[in-house]
């Protein structure tokens, strides 16, 4: 294949296998540009001080993920790295996300790749369309101001359907038709910033570092709060009523609380212009001390373990669930209704770990300066209804909740519908908050959100449901991983009782007993991918090749000699 470097004195192609070396490559650049050693840098972009070709020379191309066509930046000369552009580099999930280039372990050359569905979307138009109504005054083939499709932002559209929020896509549409509008360059601009409200510390005006001087430049500006108009995830549908009844018997058993992690998968969703969904097929409880009013979440030492069988069946972490009930004492099943118009939805302190759950998992996209923006990932509380019944509520905090809590500026009040502003104080400068109301004569009104505020104004809420058909991945057989309190053992024996059911289609489409079974080390990779693949695709003969290898009989073999 061909990878282009580009220096100086202009562009060569070089032709390199994808399995030989880089130093194959950098000799023919060293060659055709006539340089007189191998003292030069190479980047992923103009002006990035990139690598030194000594620390690239023994990697192959495989590993730099470098595909044909490439561009690439060759210069002799460096940069220190605070003069340095910022590097493009791989998050976990196998996004990409902007990182300062100071901290960049290894050369990437991948620009910043979103989801395939924000690709797919991105590219839909969203119209909403219109019949033709007895206002018309045209043919079947016309079309006028009351039959012409409506953007997907239309405001009447999205109240006459109950829409509280217009979806993140929508919302991009909007913001390009009217930068479009104002700018007709062809250049293209990316349209959103994150917020931040933190302090500038190594501000370059030639003043002391704050706190011991401050100036315009890198002081934060006021804020002023208001309720987020759009909304990153639009619905939540959870694969099979099983996947939350599962999780919630933990409570009915032990009148507990429980904490949980959603895995899942993103994908569109219908009922609202250009919307996305979470698709959640499995929670997976990490480890934690259970409270009949609360939870204390411990180390979860297996998590990237965990990530990984998830990443490999197509999932990820799409969001955490736990529960508050208080039983009713009516000996019904009902349980009390705690989380109302007139008490909070979400709590201060939920509203806080929901920010910083969110900051862990960045939305990836072309349409931020950073390359990312807000998050994906939601908050579930099982609760109880004004009717006494079990629910899921879901929700995600703002953007500006996000970098609030980021600058530090809030906290927990000693009341949970509210949001206590911090004081400044050492290196943290706490700006002017407001939030924008609605008051009692209709009119928006500015007041100060010190010392403190509702917490409505950082909760965008979503909607839930189940399919009427459902196709879930996973059916539950093994027991749930932490809760030995309950007597719910994950062992061989387990294991053994799961097998014995003989379908093993059936039996081996469980996402715990798939994690514990990997986890223990019997099954060898090649063994280990045919087993995800098959769950993932259920094709009969990835079954047929995983039952016949060795180290399936050599599980097999375990289990039958164990108690």
């Known amino acids: 294949m061909i990878i282009r470097f580009r220096s100086k004195g202009g562009m060569i192609r070089v032709n390199v296998d994808a399995s030989s070396t880089f130093s194959d490559a950098l000799s023919q650049v060293q060659t055709q540009l006539g340089l007189q050693n191998d003292d030069f840098y190479i980047s992923n972009a103009p002006n990035s001080p990139g690598k030194h070709s000594a620390e690239l020379r023994h990697q192959t191309i495989q590993q730099l993920d470098l595909h044909h066509g490439d561009i690439l930046f060759v210069s002799n000369e460096t940069q220190s790295v605070s003069e340095a552009a910022p590097v493009v580099a791989r998050s976990t999930n196998g996004a990409t996300v902007t990182i300062d280039a ?201 998590q990237t373990f965990v990530d990984s069988v998830a990443e490999s069946l197509g999932l990820c972490q799409v969001g955490m669930v736990f529960t508050d009930l208080t039983d009713s004492g009516q000996s019904n099943g009902s349980v009390l209704c705690k989380r109302h118009k007139d008490s909070f939805f979400l709590s201060c302190i939920e509203v806080l770990m929901a920010s910083r759950s969110q900051s862990l998992h960045p939305n990836i996209t072309k349409h931020s300066e950073s390359g990312k923006y807000s998050s994906k990932f939601v908050t579930c509380v099982i609760t109880g209804n004004l009717k006494g019944e079990i629910e899921p509520r879901v929700y995600q905090v703002s953007a500006s909740a996000e970098a609030l809590v980021k600058a530090d500026d809030i906290g927990a009040s000693t009341h949970p519908n509210m949001v206590c502003v911090k004081e400044t104080m050492g290196k943290r400068y706490v700006p002017e908050v407001f939030f924008s109301k609605i008051n009692e004569y209709g009119l928006e009104v500015k007041e100060n959100a010190k010392p403190a505020f509702p917490v409505d104004f950082l909760l965008v809420t979503l909607l839930d449901s189940f399919p009427l058909e459902p196709t879930p991945m996973f059916r539950q057989k093994f027991p749930i991983e932490n809760r030995d309190y309950m007597g719910s053992l994950q062992n061989l024996k387990s294991v053994k009782n799961v097998l014995n059911l003989g379908e093993y289609n059936v039996a081996l489409s469980d996402f715990h007993f798939l994690v514990y079974v990997l986890k223990m080390g019997v099954l060898g990779e090649s063994d280990s991918q045919v087993l995800l693949r098959y769950i993932k695709d259920k094709n009969d003969e990835e079954l047929q090749a995983l039952v016949n290898s060795g180290s399936w009989m050599t599980l097999l073999t375990i289990l039958e000699h164990s108690d």
């Open 102 to 302: 100071g901290t960049v372990p290894s050369l990437d050359i991948k620009q910043i790749q979103q989801l395939p569905l924000d690709d797919m979307l991105d590219k839909a138009d969203g119209s909403i369309p219109r019949k033709k109504s007895s206002m018309c005054r045209h043919g079947d083939k016309g079309m006028c101001e009351y039959c012409s499709p409506l953007p997907p932002w239309d405001k009447a559209y999205l109240e006459e359907h109950k829409i509280k929020h217009k979806s993140f896509h929508a919302h991009l549409k909007e913001i390009n038709e009217h930068n479009n509008n104002r700018n007709k360059s062809s250049s293209y601009i990316a349209p959103l910033t994150e917020p931040d409200y933190s302090i500038d510390l190594n501000c370059t005006s030639g003043h002391a570092p704050y706190p011991h001087g401050i100036c315009s430049k890198c002081q934060p500006a006021p804020i002023t709060l208001q309720q987020q108009g759009f909304r990153m995830v639009d619905h939540v549908e959870f694969a099979d009523h099983s996947v939350l009844n599962e999780f919630i018997d933990a409570w009915r058993q032990t009148g507990m609380q429980r904490f949980g992690i959603f895995y899942g998968r993103y994908e569109a969703y219908d009922k609202v212009p250009l919307g996305i969904k979470a698709v959640v097929e499995a929670i997976y409880e990490p480890p934690q001390a259970c409270e009949l009013d609360g939870i204390t979440l411990l180390e979860w030492e297996d």
